[in-house]
């Protein structure tokens, strides 16, 4: 598709409870991106893939925190055991090629707003 | 890492043009300075890059002075559907992770 969408919109969970968020890239998009959004204006990375590699993981916290991109199927961001401070929104972005200038950018989605009760 | 600073906010009227600076002091050679928007309850957009002078689109001008230690995005005839948070951002040119290091943004109201 012509542009990155990501399900659902809204999740809620109770504390200690799954979450699975899901994210479809723009077709021919070989880079992938998880950025979680806290606090009003604040982004922090979580993990990127070039296509089904982990790329950049260092923005994820290790132990309850997991993403894959496996082919033919949408890229996920798992979290087990969720706590009240993973309520954020979890943005995806693609881009065709590697960030770094030559007007490469990324395309966001608009996000999972995941609220942990 | 090049860390910017912009304001946390500004306010304008429909019709004004708006600038924007963003001051990146440790920006290294091979870096450009790219800008995206963000409207509530949406990702960000791309809005410009440049790497140095003046870069114009459709949308924004960007201003780099010859140091690069700064830049400014420029609005022309800000209309209420401006409004939004304005992120500055630099890009490693020669970087092999990829990965855009937000700040907090400019909130930029448009008020009719």
Sequence with gaps: GEEVAQTPKHLVRGEGQKAKLYCAPIKGHSYVFWYQQVLKNEFKF???FQ???VFDETGMPKERF???CLPNSPCSLEIQ????EDSAVYFCASSQFLIGGNDEKLFFGSGTQLSVL | LAKTTQPISMDSYEGQEVNITCSH?????NDYITWYQQFPSQGPRFIIQGYKTKVTNEVASLFIPADRKSSTLSLPRVSLSDTAV???LVEYGSSNTGKLIFGQGTTLQVKP
């Design chain 1, 81 to 84: 055991a969720t706590k009240l």
């Design chain 1, 66 to 68: 997991s993403a894959k």
């Design chain 2, 86 to 88: 304005y992120y500055c």
């Design chain 1, 46 to 48: 979580l993990i990127s």
């Design chain 2, 25 to 29: 002091n440790n920006i290294a050679t």
């Design chain 1, 51 to 53: 296509n089904e590699n």
